[in-house]
Structures are given as structure tokens and as C-alpha cells.
């Protein structure tokens, strides 16, 4: 599966952004799917993750309450909702998709990623 991630971008503080992943092929609906992000100088950290099916999701704790991951199988798109945005949310942002992993170590297959900057 190929990933493409879209939707970064500079917005303040407190802002909302949606994020975007498309994905090629056909069996984009039996993959997990997650989020990770890399900020600058630091190692790339896990951020969010969903089921094949959509039933199962799991954040890590700094974006609980504030980011929602969801997934249209039949547009072969994954999304990430983020809400009040932080400083410390600025980062590139990932796309990953595993026909096994779960929840968030050892994915095969990365999308580019797509950067975010929240200014104050």
C-alpha cells in the first residue's frame, strides 16, 4: 500500500486542523492504521492508531481529548482530527499502515509526512 499525507500547515494556538491520508490499493480496509509525528530534533513518537475496521482507536496521552483518528474504507482515506492545538504539537506528521501491528510499534508501510506549525 502506497500512503500520501496532506492537510499540514501553520495555524495558531487553540486552532483546529484535519490531516489527511490516502491511500493506494485495494486492501487499505484491512490494514491498522496509525499517526506518528517528528518534531524537530526529536525522535519520531507515536500519536494515534485505528482498527481495520474502525472499531479500536488508541492515543497517546499527550493528544487524548484533543485529536480524534478516523478512517473512510470505502475513500481509502485515514484522518486525523486535531483540535486546541499546542506549541508542542508542531511537528511532520506521519501516516503508517500494518496489516498486523497494533497499536503502534514496528509498522511497515509510511506515508511522507506532512507538516504541521502551530505558532503562538
Known amino acids: 500500500v502506497q500512503l500520501q499525507a496532506s492537510g499540514g500547515g501553520l495555524v495558531q494556538a487553540g486552532d483546529s486542523l484535519r490531516l489527511s491520508c490516502a491511500a493506494s490499493?485495494?486492501?487499505?480496509?484491512?490494514?491498522?492504521m496509525g499517526w506518528f509525528r517528528q518534531a524537530p530534533g526529536e525522535e519520531r513518537e507515536f500519536v494515534a492508531a485505528?482498527?481495520?475496521?474502525?472499531?479500536?482507536?488508541y492515543y497517546a496521552d499527550s493528544v487524548k481529548g484533543r485529536f480524534t483518528i478516523s478512517r473512510d474504507n470505502a475513500k481509502n482515506t485515514l484522518y486525523l482530527q486535531m483540535g486546541s492545538l499546542k506549541l508542542e504539537d508542531t511537528a511532520v506528521y506521519y501516516c503508517?499502515?500494518?496489516?498486523?501491528?497494533?497499536?503502534?510499534?514496528?509498522?511497515?508501510?509510511w506515508g511522507q509526512g506532512t507538516l504541521v506549525t502551530v505558532s503562538s
Open positions: 485505528i482498527s481495520w475496521r474502525g472499531g479500536s482507536t
Open positions: 503508517a499502515a500494518d496489516p498486523r501491528i497494533w497499536p503502534k510499534v514496528g509498522y511497515k508501510y
Open positions: 490499493g485495494r486492501t487499505f480496509s484491512t490494514y491498522n
